[in-house]
């Protein structure tokens, strides 16, 4: 009796306190969403406070690919941490961060060879940006100093990246008069197994054409735009994209933060139309959600192109770049993921979602199903109410996080069939409910 009292004021001394003092992503502080404590987290499984065993179909964001605690990554960082947590950067090398970078180039598409390191998403994407514009004034073309993105997209909420977010659903568009203005080509319709049809990529190919001198480079998400709305495009529209870039000498920048290391079914989405962009932002599942890293990759001719300008050298280094405890960890989850029959696994769970998620439009909230790799879309025909919902969804044993319309998974690699059926069964479960 005793020790549950004790229990149950720990947690709720904690959620007061959580409610005080803590910002969570995109959350208020003056009407706070109650948060769940997790006090742990094992395979497929998050356990909570109160005993609740959650099975998780976010990967923390995309990024426990490998599930949580997992004995090859536990080693990695206790091996590391042994020898050192952090060193700078600047005039000092170590191998966790030269065996990285030459594991991204030999995995990432034929021609991105260089790499620069850095700490999340958001700022990968902000080099990536800066690595465009600054390779353009150092070809003294300062002019092209604009960027051209897929409405729908989504890629961060640093300044940078928010400039090229949808206006509308890239939850952004408040900072309309403080953020860059750049150009916005319509979201492209057909999907990835659907008939290609030119007209998709028209009106992107009379903006390219008209902006071509001002524009530094395209940015987009390869095949899969995530945060912005959960859409699954064509590789032929991705290829016409890449000969567009060519064609109006515009760089291409891949996004795929959300789709690297093996999500979308290939290893990068890219590989869904065998392009090599100029540049490409990693993160996410980089270090199979153990620790914050991202990498920028690049183009001979983009290093080349920045290195021989006026600066002689690329104006960016972060701090905490090329942390060592995290480049163990990315090396590590990397030769995990290669080192299995990924593909494989992808596909059995591609099969099984799509399997489970059959039933769903049958339900008359729901609009859509769709999947794709190891993606699980449910788009209802209006928004859910996020606080209501994901406390049903937590009665049921499940960790869902939808935004908007979307009620979407993206489980650990690890899910077995049963728990991948579970986890469905849970959602499904609450939706019939609405
Ligand atoms: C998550 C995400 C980002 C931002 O990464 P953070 O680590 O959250 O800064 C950028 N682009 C895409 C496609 C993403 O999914």
Redesign the pocket.
Known sequence: MNSITAVGSHESSLLNKDQQFVWHPYSSLTAPIPAYEVVSAQGVNLHLADGTVLIDGMAS??CAIHGYNHPVLNDAAKNQIDKMSHVMFGGITHAPAVNLCEKLVQITPQGLDKVFLSD??????EVAIKMAFQYWISKGQSNKNKLLSLRN??????FA?MSVCDPVTGMHHMFDQVVAKQLFAPAPQIGVHESWDDRDIAEFEQIISTAKDELAAVIL?PIV???GGMRFYSPHYLKAVRTLCDQHNVLLIA?????GFGRSGKLFACDWAQISPDIM?L??AITGGYM?L?ATLCSEEVSRGICEGEAGCFMHGPTFMGNPLACSVANASIDLLLSSDWQANIRRIETTLEHHLARFVTLDTVAETRVLGAIGVIEMHSPVNLAEIQQHFVAEGVWVRPFGKLVYVMPPYISTDAELGALIAGIYSVLCKL
């Open positions: 964001w995309w999340s998403g958001s700022v990968a994407v997209g989504y890629h961060g909420d640093t990246a998400e735009q995530g945060a996004d795929e933060i959300a789709t932002c993160g996410k914050t991202a």
